[in-house]
């Protein structure tokens, strides 16, 4: 049965009107309306948040873990509604958003075993020293608590993973933190489903329903209120860099900072090395521009630029990528805005001297054609434009006549979430004196494979130097994103009938 949205925002258990509207953009069928967001609406939100989490915030890692498998349960019970509307609003294939869903719920499921472990919270103890001279040490204990209500902000192109129940939704939920969330005007219908199973969870486990809020979007005010609000103690962000930055000034600013935990986009250079193009270029370059166009480069793991030392093996290398591209088709955006955001990145490339086309297709309206352009070391690294990142199907390679060239380059990257580096046993000298840079440039470093899809597990980090994330020691994706939304507390001399569950 299709799904009609009611369109209005979920406040603390209660679905409230809003009287101006916004229409969504679907790819199929007619727009829907959504009750704009408000101020007056944050302020609720974050109060209701602030009053759940003085019963949140310390139950026991069980009842958390039962709310984030019953919003799995939810979620899947949903899986219809969430498909076919996830698909009339961002032109993503069933299959994409069903995979999703998927990952959605399973992360769920992942988080509620871990913290049942017990282990995310970095448990210490220091046993008393009373004939310690010349002074006795006292017993001191450690433990990670809940830093208390935290704003996510849906992200545009992933409806369900990085949005209203997604990763940091589920990482909040399991430290012990309510959650606002701001809908993400690119899927509000979808972002309503998704708050409807988390509200159905809420209420069978019978848990303040403060502990979760979705404000819808259509008003940037929301935005600013929800970061600067002073009962919100932590942000988790993913989506454009200036958006991000623009959010972390306003954290930073204000009378009490707090943590802004933004993943802001990269470009995930790929280094392809020697012996490795020698002896697959074919098969790299297809893989590449397989990779490069996965959901029409709507990923901020796309693998923009990759570098490659000059001469036949990286002519065939080339080569190869064009052939792939030239048998893609023109594939649909997430919006408007990000369709003409891809046209305008293609058109500042077609308008250097320091780039040269290889395969050049115009895009228009929604839809997005694939595009490749390669560049010289040397104009690459007198041109710092090349190196920002493209949000779609967009390729550069970079040709180096050496393998310090190479090192260059990489030295030149800004912060990435990804490096990866394509290599044969032959490569590995170079690859040892690529790594120490790469590590220092990137959260995850890939060998012989594609950046594009990202596990969630335990030993995932999904984030890196600045502009990749805003917090170089975090990740959004994997069992540590729980840390970023809780805090250590040491217990000194505490009798054991006043310590908190868990201490040891």
């Known amino acids: 049965m299709t799904y009609t949205p009611h369109g209005n925002h979920l406040i603390a258990g209660e679905w409230v009107a809003t009287p101006d509207r916004f229409y969504n953009e679907p790819v199929s069928g007619e727009p829907a309306a959504f009750s704009v967001g408000t101020v007056e609406l944050v302020n609720r939100a974050a109060e209701a948040a602030e009053t759940a989490f003085w019963s949140y915030g310390y139950s026991s890692a069980a009842e958390r873990a039962a709310l984030l498998r019953a919003i799995a349960d939810e979620i899947e019970a949903r899986g219809a509604a969430i498909t076919e509307t996830g698909c009339k609003e961002t032109g993503l294939p069933a299959a994409r958003l069903e995979g999703e869903r998927g990952r959605t719920a399973g992360q769920l499921r992942l988080f509620a075993s871990h913290i049942e472990k017990g282990d995310y919270l970095d448990r210490r103890f220091d046993p008393a020293l009373p004939d310690r001279q010349p002074a006795p040490r006292p017993e001191i204990r450690l433990m990670q608590r809940p830093v208390g209500p935290v704003a996510v902000f849906g992200a545009s192109n992933f409806p369900l993973a990085f949005s209203t129940a997604g990763g940091d939704t589920a990482a909040a939920l ?17 972002s309503e489903i998704v708050a409807e199973a988390i509200h159905a969870a809420i209420g069978k486990l019978g848990i303040d329903p403060g502990v979760f809020s979705l404000v819808q979007g259509g008003n940037r005010d929301v935005g600013s209120a929800l970061v600067t609000h002073p009962l919100i103690k932590a942000v988790g962000f993913t989506g454009s860099l200036a958006g991000g930055r623009a959010l972390f000034d306003l954290c930073a600013s204000r009378p009490e900072p707090i943590p ?27 893989g590449w521009a397989a990779s490069l166009t996965m959901g029409a480069g709507q990923f901020c793991t796309n693998p923009g630029i990759a570098v490659v030392v000059a001469g036949s093996d990286a002519d065939s290398f080339v080569a190869a ?12 955006m997430l919006t408007a805005g990000i369709a003409r955001a891809y046209q305008s990145g ?20 929604r839809s997005a054609n694939p595009n490749l352009y390669e560049t010289t070391a040397s104009q ?7 190196s920002e990142e493209v949000f779609g199907p967009l390729g550069l390679v970079v040709r180096v006549e050496t393998p310090e060239e190479m090192r260059r380059i990489a030295l030149s990257f800004q912060g ?29 470093v890939l060998v012989n494979g594609f950046p594009t899809g990202v596990e969630v597990v335990d030993a995932m980090v999904h984030g890196g130097p600045y502009p990749a994330s805003t917090n170089f020691g975090a990740t959004s994706v994997g069992t540590m994103a729980i840390r970023r939304f809780l805090r250590p507390v040491s217990y000194q001399n505490f009798p054991a009938g006043l310590l908190p569950e868990g201490v040891l």
């Open 174 to 190: 399991a430290a012990g933190c309510p959650v606002v969330v701001k809908g993400h005007s690119a899927h509000p219908g979808t």
């Open 260 to 286: 802004f935990f933004g993943e802001l986009g990269s470009v995930n250079p790929m280094f392809v090395l020697p012996e490795a193009v020698k002896a697959r270029a074919a098969a790299l370059g297809a």
């Open 321 to 332: 990528a064009k052939e792939a591209l030239a048998k893609t088709g023109p594939q649909v």
């Open 416 to 444: 990435q979430l990804t490096a990866t580096l394509h290599m044969d046993d032959g490569d590995l000298p170079l690859a040892k004196t690529l790594l120490p840079v790469l590590e220092r440039k990137a959260g995850r």
């Open 380 to 386: 690459f690294l007198a041109d710092h434009a090349l």
């Open 346 to 365: 293609q058109a500042r490339l077609q308008n250097r001297e320091t780039v040269k086309p290889v395969h050049e297709t115009a895009s228009e309206g």
